[in-house]
């Protein structure tokens, strides 16, 4: 749902009717809290998000529904607010991979709403600055609706539901590749470790996509470590034997031996939302976004692939694991 700054729902995606058992053309220009009592007032809040699991609310026909209850401010939009709703019943009923699931194609609808009605007029508002001249405020105008663009890109990302080209790559040169940027920009002056299996076989993947994946989990473990007097990242790989999972109910479980992963000795993930890190919208840090572990969540999945959080080892670090398939002999 899409709540304006006068707290009046001006959208609703096919989900949310199915779930308040209201139709969108009844709810639009209601306020948000003659359909549903938000977990707690926006109003008494400082401009930042919200997020409340398994909560009980009651919908405007006095029906308690238990739902996971997420709100994000919408940039660069001030007032204007994204609420996505999930069925906590639901979820615990098909596990933590559908949940995920649904919370990705709850993106998928809100992306492509605001693509369509902000991205266009963007493209009136810079052109129009630019037949003003060059100049300071000129420049200025230019410049906030390039960075604007570039969220609703990222955003898009979670819109593009066709299948990825899937292939037999050899994983290290994109491991490599992906250090190297990482290196020369926002880990400049970090130590990288590096511990590899070297006999690890070649895995079904696309290119572009786990390029993708490790470079957003290179930058979560930078900025987890960024007030650490030592920090440390590392890269692992791994071939795990007997290592199967399923995508979806009723799904056979396939094997997933290729493993990635991405060590830091952060403080790792606020307790509350340790479990729902992949869900977009989700994020532990005040200036987070909630997209980029939710974009390396959809990518894996789409390659075949499950991704995992965990605190492990002694002394205890943070690790974000990639379990992905290997490719057919």
Request: proline share 7%; with cysteine; aromatic share 4%.
């Amino acid at each position: 749902m899409v709540v304006d700054p006068d707290h009046r729902v001006a959208h609703a995606n096919a989900l949310a009717e199915q779930l308040l058992n209201l139709s969108e053309r009844l709810m639009i220009g209601q306020r948000l809290d003659a359909i549903i009592p938000p977990p707690d007032d926006p109003r008494n809040r400082d401009g930042h998000g919200l997020a409340v699991y398994d909560t009980e609310i009651s919908t405007a026909r006095g029906v308690k529904i238990r739902v996971d209850f997420a709100e994000t401010q919408i940039a660069d939009y001030p007032g204007w607010r994204v609420i996505t709703l999930h069925s906590a019943a639901t979820s615990r009923r098909l596990g933590h991979s559908a949940d995920r699931a649904a919370g990705a194609r709850a993106a998928v609808g809100a992306a492509a709403m605001l693509a369509h009605e902000i991205k266009n007029p963007l493209s009136g508002i810079r052109g129009a600055a630019q037949l003003l001249g060059a100049g300071e405020l000129t420049t200025l105008i230019v410049t906030e609706v390039d960075r604007i663009v570039a969220l609703i890109d990222r955003m898009q990302d979670f819109s593009d539901t066709r299948p990825l080209p899937l292939a037999s790559e050899n994983i290290y040169p994109l491991l490599g590749h992906a250090r190297r940027l990482a290196l020369a920009g926002f880990a400049r002056g970090i130590t990288i470790e590096e511990r590899f299996d070297p006999s690890l076989p070649p895995a079904q993947i696309n290119r572009d996509a786990l390029l993708q994946i490790i470079i957003n989990l290179l930058k979560n473990a930078r900025e987890a470590v960024r007030s650490e007097r030592e920090p440390q990242l590392v890269m692992t790989t791994a071939y795990r034997h007997g290592i199967t999972v399923s995508a979806a109910p009723g799904k056979p479980r396939v094997p997933l031996p290729i493993e990635i992963c991405i060590f830091d000795n952060g403080p790792g993930a606020p307790a509350e939302i340790a479990d729902h890190l992949f869900d977009p919208f989700v994020s532990g840090r005040r200036e987070g976004q909630g997209l980029g572990l939710a974009l390396v969540d959809k990518l894996t999945r789409d390659m075949g692939g499950i991704v995992q959080y965990a605190r492990e080892g002694t002394p205890e670090m943070t690790v974000l694991r990639l379990l992905l398939p290997r490719a057919a002999s």
